[in-house]
Structures are given as C-alpha cells and as structure tokens.
C-alpha cells in the first residue's frame, strides 16, 4: 500500500477561480464565527445563508483527496525479458521505483492490482467484472479511481465499464502509455500523474468534475464510451470523433463542463457484474460470401451481432444477406447497425440500402463506436433476458455513448 500526502496549495490551484486552501480556512473561519454570531442574535438574513452555504461548500475541498490506482498491467509497467528482449507486464513496484515523481503526487493514493498484471490483449469479461467488484467494493472510500491499462483493449474496457457502473457519481480514469515507464522518452509519466490529478479535482460544490469512465491520454480527456484507438505507434493513441473532449491539458485544465455528464447524486451507483459475450462483429465488405456467412449467423448459441456496414448504414442489395439477417432476428438475435467510418451517423431511412436493413429488423447503432456496441450488446444482454427490452435499450443512449437525432 502507498499513501502520499497532499502538499501545500492542494490540486486545486489549476482549477480557474479556486480560492487557496489558506483563504478558505480563513473564510471558515470566519463563517463558523458569523453563523454563531447571527444565530445567537436571531439575525440570518437570505444573502448571509447563501455566502455561509457557499463557503463551506468550498471548505470542503481542503480535505485531501482519495484516490485509488488500479493496476492491471499494459506498456506502462513493462519491461524487457532478458532472454528475447520483448516486452512482458512487471509488477506495480517497477512502476513506482521508476518515477520518483510519485512522491510528489498530493492526493492520499492506494493501490490495487492484478495479479498476475496482465497484456490488454487478454482483458476479458471477467477482467471487467473484477474491475467493477474493485470499484464497488471501494466506492464510499475514496474520491476517483484510476486504472492503469493496455492501450489494445483500453477503449473496450472504458466502454464496458461505463454500462456496468450504472449511475457513476465519481471519476473512472483509464489510463497507460506507449512506451514503458523505464523509457527515458516515456509517456506514462504524464499521463499518470495528470489522471490522478484530474481524478483528484472537484467543483465548487464538492462534486467531482469529471464524474464519469474516462481516458486520458496525451493531454487529452475522453469520454470512454466514445473513444476509438487510432494510433500504434504515436503518443496520440486515442481519439473520440464524435463526441468532443471533455479537457484539453496543456499549462492549464481547460474543463468543457458542457459535454461532461451530470448525474444524479441521490441516487446510489449500482455494479452490474453479467455479461453475455455470445456475440460477433460482422464486417462487410465487397465480395462476402454466403456460404461462409450463414455458419455463423445460423450459430445456435450467437445472441447478438454488431453490424459494421457502408458509410451511413447501408448494405448490398444481396437477397441472402437480408433473408439470413431476417430470420436470425426472428430467432431473437440482437442485430445493431453500426458505421464503418469513424465519423458520421447510421440513418438507415437515407438510402434503400439501409432502408432493407431496418425492414430486416436490424437496429441503428447511431454513431456509436464499434467498442461500446460490442460492450452494450453485452451488458444489455446479461442484464435483459427479454430481446425487446434489448432491443429497446439499444435505441437509448445509457452513458452517453450515442447520440440521439433531435
């Protein structure tokens, strides 16, 4: 277990307008003296009880943050085998003997990990439901949460976790690097350091700023759920096309308040745990044949395809694929149409090639990614043993994961 201490000037100095922890506890001060004062004189008009309600809300950010690190594993925390010279995961106390900086973090952090830590390549369900109990189980504890990932599967995860942790009230940051921790050139430290920042950081009201399953990576925080990697090689691994950032980090945090979701506080976050992973991706393209089709389409056990068609949901005029789509509708298999361009909508009323898809009983992905199709095809499906409510919750965006047409 580590445990870091918060410095002087807390991290809350980086948020714009935020009073120094020395003047709220003077403020405190001050409020508690008045408040007895007024009180005992029976004198509390309105504007006094709102400049009290105000700033103890803002007493409130003196306390030092929680944060939990989860590690799983991924480019982060490897290092080389001396053997073949290829990378494989090392545990968590590589990591931290490799940043010194980890002793400057102001937050109060423990830390949880897998173990054995494990390559993003294989994250699975039960690595996301593992994920999930870690985060449940530690829920009232602590501020924000931060985990440390694969970049392969980052974005699967982010996506999976944003439908299980169903009412987020708190920060999920996913996070990790492209080069390992011991690299000179390594982006991991940043990366870090700044999710457990932001993880850290709260508003006014005490409220985290970013309450929902995000990644951060290369100065950017994205909405999970809405985030594609889209880089192998460069420190900009990831990206989220059709829906804004959520920050931009340079110098300063600029927060986009407006495109950050707002939960409902009173309400307790509930873990969903189950999962039906009984699906496929089924990619078309020119020249597809039927004959090797329709082996897995007419598979006894599949429950649920994610469609990736032609540019706004669209699909050969080919008899059989309809027919074979048609009936494993029919036999209760969820079908979702998503895009194989990475910006843009389904709009399957557009052109008759789409059209003979929404006939087929085939539902719009909207603009969904095909990570959190995949992954909300899942959760929809383990958690719904009806189809029609499967195929209901499909149109509805549950975590912000699709947007709706006006």
């Not at 409020?31 to 009180?39: A, E, P, S």
Request: aromatic residues 8%.
């Amino acid at each position: 277990m580590i445990r870091k201490k918060e410095k002087k000037g807390g991290l809350q100095e980086n948020i714009e307008d935020t009073p120094s922890p020395q003047l709220i506890t003077k403020r405190h001060f001050f409020v508690i003296f008045y408040h007895k004062f007024l009180c005992h004189y029976k004198v509390f008009p309105y504007f006094c009880r709102r400049l009290i309600d105000k700033l103890l809300n803002i007493s409130k950010m003196t306390g030092t943050p929680k944060i939990l690190i989860i590690y799983t594993g991924g480019t982060i925390g490897m290092g080389k085998d001396a053997n073949t010279g290829v990378l494989e995961p090392l545990d968590f106390n590589h990591l931290v003997s490799s940043m010194p900086e980890f002793q400057l973090i102001q937050a109060d952090i423990d830390v949880r990990k897998f173990d054995p830590p494990i390559d993003s390549s294989d994250m699975d369900p039960m690595g996301w439901a593992e994920l999930v109990g870690m985060i449940a189980n530690n829920y009232n504890d602590y501020d924000g949460f931060v985990i440390l990932h694969g970049t392969d599967t980052m974005a699967y995860t982010a996506s999976a976790l944003s439908f299980m942790l169903e009412n987020l009230t708190k920060p999920v940051i996913l996070t990790g690097s492209q080069l390992p921790i011991g690299e000179l050139r390594t982006d991991g430290k940043e990366n870090m350091m700044t999710a457990i920042e932001i993880a850290s950081m709260k508003d006014l009201e005490g409220h985290p700023l970013v309450p929902e399953v995000c990644i951060f990576f290369n100065g950017k925080l994205l909405r999970g759920n809405r985030t594609t990697k889209i880089n192998a090689e460069g420190f900009h691994a990831f990206d989220s096309f059709n829906h804004p950032h959520l920050c931009d980090v340079g110098i300063n945090f600029s927060f986009h308040p407006h495109h950050i979701l707002k939960p409902d506080y009173r309400k307790p976050m509930v873990p969903h745990m189950k999962l039906d992973p009984n699906i496929i991706v089924f990619s078309l393209f020119p020249g597809i044949q039927d004959t090797i089709v329709r082996h897995v389409l007419e598979s006894p056990s599949l429950r649920g395809i994610v469609m990736r068609t032609y540019g706004s949901g669209n699909a050969p005029h080919a008899p059989w694929i309809i027919r074979l789509l048609d009936q494993a509708a029919h036999r209760g298999v969820n079908i979702i149409n998503i895009s194989q361009c990475i910006t843009g909508c389904v709009d399957m009323e557009r052109y008759g090639a789409g059209f003979q898809l929404k006939v087929a009983h085939v539902v719009s992905g909207y603009d969904s990614t095909v990570e959190a199709a995949v992954t909300k095809l899942m959760y929809l499906q383990g958690r719904y043993p009806d189809n029609r409510m499967v195929r209901e919750k499909l149109k509805q965006s549950l975590a912000g994961e699709i947007t709706l047409p006006e």
